[in-house]
């Protein structure tokens, strides 16, 4: 897929807010099935803000985190000065310059929902290349579909259908992405994978967040963190559409308060 630099156009201040984090269980699954101890190196592939790098750093020796977007990789290193990280480097690039742009060896190589943007299989095939043996691929994402949704904690759930409505009413019913439209993926993540040397993925799940809460600011911060309604799409009318959700948002709940079910943490991994 070509790169657009303003796939996430205005988005990066509003990520580590906006975003439900992955389950808490993560470390201690990536632990368990890589046996990791604080030796190797860990290479974090369209890092955004930091989410994983600045999270797993603490289980590698040293870290890198890579991403095209530099207001990303700002908000990464304000993160990892932040919480006093040093063992963090960034690299402003695409992961379809690796090898060259961060070269190996990895104990792993994660993508957390980026690997979609890239040219999945000839990256696949460069990472293999670069983890060490018995080193792992793992894509990390959100998986709601087919998980079972646990109860709300009292608040509403964030009225996703009704914003992602008022959305289309600004940006229209095609969902956008950078100056284009979002692209039709060919193939599922696991297909890809499977059509590597790293063959099909073991998939692994970890309980998500059951009790997440966002105020109104935060479900803005939600959708101006994704690509289809990052703030840049919006021109002059973003603060419209801004006073508009949060009109609807004060509605479906006077307190300001949601709860939103991102789903269990998925880990897709597969090993060399
Ligand atoms: C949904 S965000 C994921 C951020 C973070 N990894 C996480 O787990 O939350 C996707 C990121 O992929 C980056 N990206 C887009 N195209 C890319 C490419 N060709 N190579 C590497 N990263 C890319 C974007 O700039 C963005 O920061």
Redesign the pocket.
Known sequence: ?R?DPT??GG??VH?RYG?PP?SPGLEALLVEELGLDGCGRFL??????????VRLAHLFEASVG????PA?IAEGRRAAEEQEVASISWVL?????LPGAAPGPYRLV?????FY???EIA?AEAVYDMVEPGGALAL??HRAEGRAQPPSPGPPRIPHDEIRELVQSYLGSTRRAGQGVAPVQALSLRDALASTRFGAPRVIFSPGISNHLEDIEGVLSNYF???FAAPHLFGDRLEDFAEEARELLRERSPEGVFWDWPGDTEVMLVRK
């Not at 890579?66 to 977007?69: E, G, I, K, R, S």
């Not at 690039?93 to 310059?97: I, P």
């Not at 994660?110 to 980026?114: D, I, T």
């Open positions: 897929m790169y796939f996430y988005a990066a990520y975003r992955y974090d592939v369209g890092c955004g803000p930091g989410i994983l790098t890579l991403d095209p977007d990303m690039a695409r992961a379809e310059e994660a993508f957390g929902q980026s943007w890239t040219d990256v990390i994402g963190s994704m690509s």
